[in-house]
T-cell receptor, first 115, second 111 residues
Framework: SAVISQKPSRDICQRGTSLTIQCQVDSQVTMMFWYRQQPGQSLTLIAT?????????ESGFVIDKFPISRPNLTFSTLTVSNMSPEDSSIYLCSVMTGGSNQPQHFGDGTRLSIL | GQQLNQSPQSMFIQEGEDVSMNCTSSSIFNTWLWYKQEPGEGPVLLIALYKAGELTSNGRLTAQFGITRKDSFLNISASIPSDVGIYFCAGQRYNNNDMRFGAGTRLTVKP
């Protein structure tokens, strides 16, 4: 399966600042997704990163707070804007390499703490 | 989003014991998946199930896609210490590439 690299692996940030997380895949993939995993919780889908167009956001997540880019088939970024302590979570990138109904594979995540 | 009910929430077992966990939903999924997450890592795919009734093994792991397409279980036989982690079920539907995750089962194996 594809090798998925996320950067940074962890960060500690001040409230009110923004952080951009990168997701790089070693091969072209059809779909890329961004998830949030709050401490001790399961995974919640933030958005589907669409190549060449605006991301598709899930209910409760908005572009102003979580802008996403996907300039090509191997790379995407998620920005967490104007951070508050409630944004302290693991942010995970996932990819789908085949057509519909194929499993998603995950990067190791970015562990974000906001002071 | 669609809720998946995963149980048990946690398990504390002795090395060598068998483990069983399951996931249920009020709606149909076309694919059921089981992932394992260890500290500091992302979820790793263990087993993917594509057909109702399908029974699939991966080493000591066995998973089944329920006949109603609304449930799945995962069994681990003869557990070992490295089985420790959080196991997540996930359901996926056609024409909707996102997945819905269960709350996870935290497994602790005592040597």
């Amino acid at each position: 399966s594809a090798v998925i690299s996320q950067k940074p692996s962890r960060d500690i940030c001040q409230r009110g600042t923004s952080l951009t997380i990168q997701c790089q895949v070693d091969s072209q993939v059809t779909m890329m997704f961004w998830y949030r995993q709050q401490p001790g919780q399961s995974l919640t889908l933030i958005a589907t990163a669409n190549q060449g167009s605006e991301a598709t956001y899930e209910s409760g997540f908005v572009i102003d707070k979580f802008p996403i880019s996907r300039p090509n088939l191997t790379f995407s970024t998620l920005t967490v804007s104007n951070m508050s302590p409630e944004d302290s979570s693991i942010y995970l990138c996932s990819v789908m390499t085949g057509g519909s109904n194929q499993p998603q594979h995950f990067g190791d995540g970015t562990r974000l703490s906001i002071l | 989003g669609q809720q998946l009910n995963q149980s048990p929430q946690s398990m504390f077992i002795q090395e060598g014991e068998d483990v069983s966990m399951n996931c249920t939903s009020s709606s149909i999924f076309n694919t059921w998946l089981w992932y394992k997450q260890e500290p500091g890592e992302g979820p790793v795919l263990l087993i993917a199930l594509y057909k109702a009734g399908e029974l699939t093994s991966n080493g000591r792991l066995t998973a089944q896609f329920g006949i109603t397409r609304k449930d799945s279980f995962l069994n681990i036989s003869a557990s070992i210490p490295s089985d420790v982690g959080i196991y997540f079920c996930a359901g996926q539907r056609y024409n909707n590439n996102d997945m819905r995750f269960g709350a996870g089962t935290r497994l602790t194996v005592k040597p």
